[in-house]
């Protein structure tokens, strides 16, 4: 596993901020956002490119990609693949962004605006920078991987949607190992702007740290984040000839779409519960087997609401049984690399045999049952044995996976 977050720039600083309850939000430095209704982010922090890319490549890359590349390599080492050792027309990567080079695109078209240039000028390297599936592409390149390589697009649901995919191309034997995962660096005056216009943003300038309140009565919004995950998933018994350190199993996965609304959720979680029942049959799995749920839980008035029902249908009386948390109130929300941190999350708690906390709750949603353990300002101790990951994009789409603990 691999993770840059707005709370820790590996996964051991991710894990040790999880269960210390760390937010990840922050006033906003990468521009001057004093005109906007919303003033604060979960930036990245201490990330200097050139710690990690000489100069050349950092003109070439979007931060996105630098997050994914970041990441993609602490995930690698940690999984000991070493490309000589194996067949890399069997190694493959997809690899996700809800938004890809928003940044770099937003730059140029400033740039010539600003410069009031009669004839176009732009960077050769700006569709390189801005497409969304050159973070395989130079993950790929940079290993010399060479099988199956793309990206996926599904908003915030994007990066689940790429480990489901890998999960499916090994399962199916078309692959041995697939570096999986997203990144995203929406961190800018037009996603600010253009989240902040739909309402989706929390206003909670004066009180920021505690502005993404999943559940919470007076949430009002989430958090733009930016950052990566990196998942290395592997055929079993590939890993066991290399003797590699198996940290669970993926389970099961599923995707469903709402066909509903292009932005709000079913209002009865209808496409929340069908890909929730989905992922579970897709396990051989039932919903008493499930021990935490990490949410999508993004802080939205509506959202919150519809995936808790969403859980009550299906899970009825299980429900009461479970853990639930949403992580977003630490990281905020990470849009197209939520689903890979999310994931990561989930196997932390089965390695480390804790529940990440929902944090900066304050007051009861009476739209909510009190009687859900939704895991409250404060990690718990419990030893997990399967853990669902929830990610809902904009346009309706649902994506589940399910991560188990591994036992030989």
Do not use: W
Not at 130 to 146: E, H, P, Q, T
Request: net charge negative; charged share 25%.
């Amino acid at each position: 596993m691999g993770a840059v977050t707005p709370i820790g720039n590996s996964v051991a600083e991710f894990a040790e901020a999880l269960k210390k309850g760390v937010s990840g939000a922050n006033p906003i430095t990468y521009f001057d956002a004093s005109n906007f209704k919303t003033r604060f982010a979960c930036e990245i922090k201490n990330f200097n490119p050139q710690d990690f890319f000489d100069r050349k490549e950092v003109r070439k890359m979007d931060r996105y990609t630098m997050y994914a590349m970041v990441s993609a390599e602490e995930a690698i080492q940690d999984a000991g693949l070493d490309p000589e050792k194996l067949d890399v027309d069997r190694v493959g990567v997809i690899y996700a962004s809800g938004i890809g080079g928003l940044r770099s695109l937003e730059e140029e078209v400033e740039n010539f605006t600003l410069a009031g240039m009669k004839t176009p000028r732009y960077s050769p390297f700006l569709v390189p920078k801005m497409i969304v599936d050159i973070a395989a592409g130079m993950i790929s390149i940079k290993y010399g991987f060479r099988g199956i390589n793309y990206a996926t697009v599904s908003a915030c649901a994007s990066s689940t949607h790429a480990l489901m995919n890998a999960f499916d191309y090994i399962r199916m034997g078309r692959a041995d190992v697939i570096v999986a995962g997203g990144g995203e660096a929406a961190v800018t005056k037009v996603g600010l702007g253009g989240f902040g216009s739909m309402k989706a943003l929390s206003t909670r300038n004066d009180d920021y740290l505690t502005a993404s309140r999943p559940f919470d009565k007076d949430r009002d919004g989430f958090v733009l984040a930016e950052g990566a995950g990196t998942l290395i998933l592997e055929e079993l018994e590939h890993a066991r000839r290399r003797g590699a350190t198996i940290y669970a199993e993926v389970a099961g996965a599923a995707a469903t779409a709402d066909a509903y609304h292009i932005t709000a959720p079913h209002p009865e979680g209808l496409g929340a519960r069908n890909v929730m029942k989905l992922a579970l049959e897709d396990a051989g799995l039932a919903p008493e087997d499930v021990d935490y749920i990490n949410v999508h839980g993004t802080s939205t008035p509506l959202g919150d609401v519809a995936e808790i029902k969403a859980i009550q249908q299906l899970f009825g009386q299980a429900a009461y049984q479970l853990n639930i948390s949403s992580t977003k109130s630490m990281t905020g929300h990470m849009l197209g690399a939520a689903g890979a941190a999310e994931a990561i999350a989930c196997v932390l708690a089965i390695r480390d045999r804790f529940v990440p906390p929902t944090i900066n709750h304050f007051t009861d949603d009476p739209d909510i049952d009190p009687k859900l353990n939704l895991t409250f300002n404060e990690a718990r101790e419990r030893d997990v044995r399967v853990a669902l990951s929830n990610t809902f994009g904009f346009g309706g789409h649902n994506a589940s996976i399910i991560l188990k603990k591994f036992e030989d």
